[in-house]
């Protein structure tokens, strides 16, 4: 359904599970829109993400946060004269970009900031359903005409580089026979973190069930997964902080199921299609970024302080952090069972 050889920027600058929910927009804009030019603005820590990605011809970085970079990003920008601007964003530096360049359509994607503020803070639920993120990057597609395609998901493309990488990163652990599972221990906030040691004590639960353990993470786990690797009594190899986006991706599609917080790597994993057990203290469903495959699970207890915050950015008003105190390893080895049929006895 393409009218033309367009031009078309889709904007968008952070974060990482963001931008990895994303994809199937993406995705779907290259399906409507197969002969025309698709470029992307975002920040070049996540530039990685796209290497051999087919959806998109250009990649456009934002070095950092100066407002000169953002500048010098707006003067790349114009000189190629787009006739579509989307902005998946909406926050202070893609506004600035969608407001001040010209082009013959613009969308932007629309906030839910006074639901979620009633919801955090007045604890009132206006939310009549519940839209996850990946759906209302999409949206913005539906509004350029891409309706749903017949294969809806679209998986994270690995170079074969990437995967090569992975394989012999499992190979030189001689893990044997034992199944994969992946343990992402850290998230961006300190509040959507479970537990160091209920995470060391799960390895160990693992372990005597004849599992081998990966962990996952970047530069800032490093220390808390050497941590946990160290204290590991059964096979464990730790690659939190040594690999790129796409050789953890890579090293995800490898393993049985992914152990998280709530953080990007349940995304990224569920875009390799592994599934996650994944835990979720400060934020809630309505929020968009629980799991989308029906093998995953989401592990959480009902508190009336849920949700406490956007992004798990504020600190717990409590001072507990109980929404992910209370969650014991029984009750993630419940969920592992669940997503893996049973199979997490001894052997």
């Known amino acids: 359904m393409d009218t033309g050889l367009l031009k078309i920027l889709v ?57 000169i970079e953002l500048l010098r990003l707006r003067k790349k920008i114009i000189k190629n004269k787009y006739d579509i601007i989307l902005d998946a ?12 360049i010209s082009a013959n359509r613009k969308i932007q994607i629309r906030k839910d900031q006074i639901r979620k503020g009633m919801l955090i803070k007045y604890k009132q639920n206006f939310y009549k359903e519940y839209k996850s993120q990946r759906e209302k990057y999409l949206e913005l597609a539906e509004l350029l005409g891409v309706s749903s395609l017949k294969d ?26 034992r199944e994969l599972i992946a343990v992402a221990p850290g998230a961006r906030w300190d509040t959507k973190r479970w537990p160091e040691e209920r995470f060391r004590d799960l390895t160990a639960e693992l372990g005597k069930r004849n599992f081998a353990i990966v962990l996952v993470g970047g530069e800032e786990e490093k220390s808390l997964a050497g941590r946990i690797e160290e204290a590991a009594q059964y096979p464990i190899v730790n690659t939190a902080g040594k690999l790129t986006i796409l050789e953890t991706g890579a090293v995800l599609k490898k393993c049985r199921l992914l152990v998280t917080n709530d953080s990007a790597l349940l995304h990224l994993s569920e875009q390799v299609e592994t599934p996650v057990a994944a835990l979720f203290g400060p934020t809630v469903k309505a929020f968009g970024y629980y799991p989308r495959m029906k093998e995953s699970a989401a592990i959480e207890v009902e508190l009336d302080c849920r949700p406490c915050s956007r992004s798990g950015s504020s600190l717990c008003p409590l001072g507990t952090k109980e929404c992910l105190t209370s969650i014991g390893v029984a009750e993630v080895l419940k969920a592992i069972e669940s997503i893996l049929g049973g199979n997490t006895g001894s052997r």
């Open 152 to 177: 809806e998901h679209s998986r994270l493309h690995l170079p074969l580089k990437t995967i090569k990488k992975a394989d012999i990163l499992i190979e030189l652990s001689n893990f044997k026979d």
């Open 11 to 67: 904007i968008r600058f952070s974060s990482l599970g963001d931008i990895i929910l994303m994809l199937p927009l993406l995705n779907r804009l290259r399906a409507g829109f197969p002969n025309s030019r698709i470029d992307l603005a975002t920040k070049e820590r996540y530039s990685g993400l796209f290497e051999e990605n087919r959806n998109i011809n250009g990649i456009y970085t934002l070095v950092s946060d100066r407002f």
């Open 89 to 100: 964003h909406n926050v202070i530096r893609s506004n600035f970009l969608y407001h001040t």
